[in-house]
């Protein structure tokens, strides 16, 4: 995998005050304000503390489904945030443990979330509010799914893609490729359980992905040889909600 890693000419190209994104979230939760320009012109936008779902665990099992007809209706900063913690946040912040486990903790997993307007990694701080950074203005929720099937493609109806990224590199295990995968995939499954129930006890719908143009994406993103995209999952409000 030949890919390059940002250069400060590419992080200066981004360099714009508004995501226009988050200007369409819903009204009942209005946007926090314009993205604030930090590191090297990277526009970043901080998230609410995420709140803690009230269902009991045994409805969210009993409700849990996959579903691939969305409507287009936004997620708010507020659902985002609460998406994100429950996927992969840090819930005990002294140890810098994650909501998901992953194996000898290496944490490994990048989540990426892709919205029409472009793609942010998402960087949950331990110990206080999450915070998003563009990374890339090319939708890239077309990528996933059923990919180059044009407008029957469901991703590009819901409003949110996450993409779980894979840095083996920090995983360590590079003299053990087929264990490297292994484990990789295991992780990446305990995060999109955690979406599944999440959106269970909330009211979303979602679907995992294993269908992805992982170099499609890995260029738009500009990851480095060592980071692949490996599986996404698709999220949003029923269709009926349209």
């Not at 997993?109 to 999450?130: H, Q, R």
């Not at 915070?131 to 890239?140: A, H, I, N, S």
């Not at 059923?146 to 590079?174: E, S």
């Amino acid at each position: 995998m030949k890919r390059t890693a940002f250069s400060l000419a590419v992080l200066l190209a981004f360099a714009v005050p508004v995501f226009p994104a988050f200007a369409a979230f819903a009204e009942e939760d209005k946007p926090l304000g314009p993205f604030t320009i930090i590191e090297e012109g990277m526009p970043c936008q901080g998230l609410p503390m995420p709140a803690r779902d009230t269902m009991p665990l045994g409805d969210a099992l009993a409700a849990r489904a996959t579903h691939r007809e969305f409507s287009a209706k936004p997620l708010s900063f507020q659902e985002i945030a609460d998406l994100l913690w429950a996927a992969n946040g840090v819930n005990r912040p002294a140890e810098k443990k994650r909501t998901a486990p992953t194996a000898i903790n290496r944490q490994e997993i990048d989540i990426y979330v892709c919205l029409a307007e472009g793609a942010c990694i998402w960087n949950p701080i331990s110990g206080g509010p999450s915070e998003l950074k563009m990374v890339c203005k090319e939708d890239l929720r077309g990528f996933t799914g059923r990919t180059n099937a044009g407008a029957d493609n469901f991703a590009l109806k819901a409003p949110v893609t996450l993409v779980y990224v894979v840095d083996f590199a920090r995983q360590g295990m590079q003299d053990r490729p087929m264990d490297a995968f292994k484990y990789a995939a295991v992780d990446c499954g305990f995060v999109g359980q955690n979406v599944y129930l999440h959106c269970a006890a909330t009211g979303l719908h979602t679907v995992f992905l294993g269908s992805l143009d992982a170099d499609a994406i890995a260029k738009a993103l500009r990851l480095p040889p060592t980071s692949t995209p490996l599986f996404a999952q698709t999220v949003g409000h029923p269709a009926t909600d349209e």
